[in-house]
């Protein structure tokens, strides 16, 4: 039986690590620093990276091979977290069991140590070290691949979508394409670099690609679960708040068993896909039911 | 004689034709895109994308291979102005003669369009079409220049200590250093990937950064003598505002007459580097003066 748990602490550590050692030769007390540190370090549970990471381990890489990556991938979903969480956006006071950014620091110090872990992550990937050839063109495309999901036509789209769906009632189809740019877009990324990384093969890179689709999907199914019947002390967030927002959310919609079955077929296509791949993908698949299960 | 307002006339036409292509095919109707269109086309001085070309010309390089870095320039700069302008920042209602981007759209939106084009600037830079060897080695240092330059040790991190500096009275060597930061930093950054991408060598690079932190200053030093003396018409914004704002700025500390000096000075430094350079460097020795004698 594969252990999750201690392959998610693993990894997190590994991860952490190397978070920790791009800012170290930072100056410390800066509050630019202080923010960033502060919303990169809260306590996020790494699920981008450690995709990625399962992904070049699923297609035969070396997890260390990907760090860079992994970090960017969460350097860019931090700045989306502290974005979002402005007074101008969703003006949420708490994240993660603390106050966000805005509220710990000020509202331009957020602004900025957002722009600021965003332009990291492509100085990240654009430091990376190597000696192999196309290894250059690699990395260029994880830039492209990280971009184009972050951008405009990705995840800043679905974010648009989201504030304009603010006291509209959604349908079902509308609801799964703002979540697919929102936070499926990126998670595509992430196991979609990790393969790539690893020179996966196109069939690879398609499967993977579903396998994200539907992962993508019963993340944000689950969260909209766990915001209406999640335990508020482990999430470290206020729970309820869509439904005092009027949100559009799978509970609202389908009702809240209906939406556990809907995320449930979503792993289980998720785990279909991955059947033409061997053990080296049970990290995936554990990852894949976590994402359902989680209370957090 | 060479003709600066030609040349800068054609390589704007190249530069804006390059930028409305790379924003053609999107959702035109959606706000995200007419903001990010709104702001980048709101007719700037394409300084850094012109500084770009004119570096890669002056080491015998092709503007047409270094169009894309030249962009990406521009929307970082755009993104910059764009969040600086955001009422917790800066709060300007005016830029180039047309409400700022929140004024005319709404904060969330500004900020999302800043993060858009900040992001599509790395797209835009991975999506290179290259055939030589060593070419995706060089678009990636083009992104790790620009990342850096525009990240919390670079752009950034001068926005930060301009925010801080406002009520204090900087020194001399205090408002360089921040200005170094804000703005010196980018544009430095623009001549050398403009040089790096027309394989300059070690000393010519070694030769442009020289010029680069001589006109980035003499650059800044301008912005501050018109805000005291400039035509509001002509510079489509207000005038008189920093000294409103009580900031610390080269007239207030060295008085108008040394700011011109000073001006000229960093201008003659440039213009002294340059003369190992044939005539090929015209352009960046015109565009030099440019800087001290503009009146926008």
Same mark, same amino acid.
């Given at each position: 039986?594969?252990?999750?748990? $201690?392959?998610?602490?693993?990894?997190?550590?590994?991860?952490? +690590?190397?978070?920790?050692?791009?800012?170290?030769?930072?100056?410390?007390?800066?509050?630019?620093?202080?923010?960033?540190?502060?919303? +990169?370090?809260?306590?996020?549970?790494?699920?981008?990276?450690?995709?990625?990471?399962? $992904?070049?381990?699923?297609?035969?890489?070396?997890?260390?091979?990907?760090?860079?990556?992994?970090?960017?991938?969460?350097?860019?979903?931090?700045?989306s977290l502290?974005h979002d969480?402005l007074?101008?956006m969703d003006?949420?006071?708490?994240?993660?069991? @603390?106050?966000?950014?805005?509220?710990?620091?000020?509202?331009?110090?957020?602004?900025? %140590?957002?722009?600021?872990?965003?332009?990291? %992550?492509?100085?990240?990937? *654009?430091?990376?070290?190597?000696?192999?050839?196309?290894?250059?063109? *690699?990395? +260029?495309?994880?830039?492209?691949?990280?971009?184009?999901?972050a951008?405009y036509?990705g995840m800043i789209r679905g974010q648009m979508l989201d504030m304009a769906a603010?006291?509209?009632?959604?349908?079902?189809?509308?609801?799964?394409?703002m979540?697919?740019l929102k936070t499926?877009a990126?998670?595509?990324?992430?196991?979609?670099?990790?393969?790539?990384?690893?020179?996966?093969? @196109?069939?690879?890179?398609?499967?993977?690609?579903?396998?994200?689709?539907?992962?993508?999907?019963?993340?944000?199914?689950?969260?909209?679960?766990?915001?209406?019947?999640?335990?508020?002390?482990?999430?470290?967030?206020?729970?309820?708040?869509?439904?005092?927002?009027?949100?559009?959310?799978?509970?609202?919609?389908?009702?809240?068993?209906? *939406?556990?079955?809907? $995320?449930?077929?979503?792993?289980?296509?998720?785990?279909?896909?991955?059947?033409?791949?061997? @053990?080296?993908?049970?990290? +995936?698949? %554990?990852? %894949?039911?976590?994402?359902?299960?989680?209370?957090?």
């Amino acid at each position: 039986m594969f252990d999750l748990s $201690a392959y998610i602490k693993n990894k997190n550590q590994q991860i952490n +690590l190397a978070l920790e050692k791009i800012l170290h030769n930072s100056r410390p007390s800066e509050p630019i620093v202080e923010a960033m540190k502060y919303s +990169l370090m809260a306590g996020g549970k790494r699920i981008r990276p450690v995709l990625c990471i399962a $992904a070049t381990e699923a297609v035969g890489g070396k997890p260390q091979a990907v760090l860079p990556a992994a970090c960017a991938l969460e350097m860019v979903h931090t700045y989306s977290l502290i974005h979002d969480d402005l007074p101008a956006m969703d003006n949420d006071d708490l994240r993660r069991g @603390k106050p966000t950014c805005h509220v710990a620091f000020d509202e331009a110090t957020a602004i900025l %140590a957002g722009d600021a872990l965003l332009t990291l %992550a492509f100085e990240v990937l *654009s430091s990376v070290q190597f000696t192999g050839k196309n290894q250059a063109a *690699s990395w +260029l495309k994880v830039i492209h691949i990280i971009s184009t999901a972050a951008g405009y036509q990705g995840m800043i789209r679905g974010q648009m979508l989201d504030m304009a769906a603010e006291g509209q009632h959604l349908t079902v189809d509308e609801l799964k394409s703002m979540h697919t740019l929102k936070t499926g877009a990126l998670i595509e990324a992430s196991l979609l670099c990790g393969a790539l990384l690893a020179d996966a093969r @196109k069939r690879q890179m398609d499967i993977l690609k579903t396998y994200a689709r539907n992962i993508g999907l019963a993340f944000q199914v689950t969260d909209d679960i766990l915001n209406v019947e999640g335990n508020p002390k482990i999430m470290g967030k206020a729970v309820g708040t869509d439904e005092l927002r009027e949100k559009s959310t799978y509970p609202a919609i389908l009702g809240l068993e209906t *939406s556990r079955q809907f $995320a449930k077929n979503l792993v289980d296509e998720a785990l279909q896909v991955l059947k033409v791949f061997d @053990k080296t993908a049970d990290p +995936l698949r %554990a990852l %894949a039911t976590y994402i359902i299960e989680r209370k957090r």
